[in-house]
């Protein structure tokens, strides 16, 4: 692909491909936990009157919204705690079963890099269900759309202080190996306040040990991204004296791809059309991309 091609628009109306999606995630949790029809079309309601009043709002900024409606309507912290417990588990035995693989390879770096973004698949936000095994078959078997990896790897070395985003649950634990292949000595790991959707919290952290390869921390906010005008002062003042940022996933991506920020690196798996014609590529495409190269 000629990267140059690559021209991210800058708005903050939510496509209407976007509000299908999320209203396609919140039909699949009505049915998980036998919301009542009286409570579905309540959420139905401020779902259609937040779509019409919060024009303003970028799609990360849309999700709290949601989020915290229908954790309200059910009296349910974290609607998604099965599946994340699920994912970890998952890939906490893959982990087991890749890591020794990894170190004997002969470019450990491109290995665990590809891994990590395979991991991106695991998804239950976006996605009822996935297999992770077939996407690392994938992976290993494609080019990268967007691959800026060489560079990535280059800069690795050269910082002092490395923060990473993490995303999902499950896919945390292909970051922590990827993260022990770069034997760097500051590495923070970033992850999301509040529980929302299936990304990752200090809990799924230090479940799979994460805490073991990095300093975790919280951005201070539930958007199942990164939106660093309502993220903590604290997190933001680690982001800004970071010299590299690795920001991996779909979310962290719609968060960030406005800013004109060449420390940034974005590790993903595109998953629907409104970000691929953003960043001209196919669908389910893997990338490794940073706007200034």
Known sequence: MNTETVNIKSS??????CEKCFLK???RLFEK???SKCQQQEFISFFQEK??????????????LLHNKFCKLIEVADPYSEEKKIS???????YAEWKPKVFASENPFVLALKLAIAANIMDYGANNSFDIHETIETVFTSSFAIDHSKQLQKLIKQAKRILFLGDNAG????DRLFIET??????????KGYPVLNDVTIEDAEYVGMNLVADVISNGYNAPSTVLHKCSKGFTGIYNSADLIISKGQGNFEGLMHENDSRI?????VKCDVIAEKLNVEKDSFIVYNHSE
């Open 25 to 27: 995630s919140y039909l």
């Open 51 to 64: 779509i019409s009043t919060s024009y303003h709002l970028s799609s990360p900024e849309f999700q709290p």
């Open 12 to 17: 903050y109306i939510v496509d209407i491909r």
């Open 88 to 94: 970890n588990d998952i890939a906490l035995g893959l």
């Open 182 to 191: 770069m034997m760097h000595n500051d590495i923070i790991y970033a992850v």
């Open 171 to 174: 896919e945390i634990v292909f």
């Open 265 to 269: 690196f974005f590790l993903m798996m």
């Open 33 to 35: 936990f036998n919301v």
